[in-house]
């Protein structure tokens, strides 16, 4: 190694299923709208019930953008906070998953597999994120 070099301790499996996670999550919440117009015109859905829902899936929004983009640059630029943020958010982003998985109203069988495959990706990012915040944590930077 060169000196002044420092070495690369930026995780190239995360960043793949950030990106992935991105693309995925964009068809998932494309799918949820369509899937929530079609329990609205066709199934006895409560109104109170599916403003709950669809307010739920704006939140669920705002935070899967914001977690991305501290993942994404936490793990490039290598900085621990903005990844321990970027986990932290994945808590809430997980349990709405688990609440699309489960807990609606009226759970199609559609949503009950992209929100179970979107549960996986968290579970790979959030292993992928603990290793990559513990060797950021572990590098010398000086």
Do not use: H
Not at 16 to 43: D, H, Q, R
Not at 80 to 88: A, D, G, I, M
Not at 125 to 141: D, N, Q, T, W, Y
């Amino acid at each position: 190694m060169a000196p002044g070099s420092q070495p690369i301790l930026s995780s190239t499996p995360l960043q793949v299923l950030l990106y992935l996670n991105s693309w995925y999550f964009a068809a998932f919440y494309l799918a949820e709208i369509l899937m929530f117009v079609y329990k609205g015109i066709l199934l006895p859905y409560p109104a109170d019930n599916l403003v709950l829902d669809v307010v739920l899936l704006l939140l669920f929004l705002a935070l899967e953008i914001l977690r991305i983009f501290y993942g994404m640059k936490g793990n490039l630029c290598e900085r621990t906070l903005s990844s321990c943020l970027s986990l932290f958010i994945l808590l809430p982003c997980s349990a709405l998953a688990v609440y699309y998985l489960l807990l609606q109203t009226f759970v199609l069988r559609l949503e009950f597999l992209l929100s179970a495959i979107l549960l996986c990706f968290y579970g790979l990012e959030f292993l992928f994120g603990l290793l990559s915040v513990s060797a950021f944590s572990r590098s010398k930077v000086y």
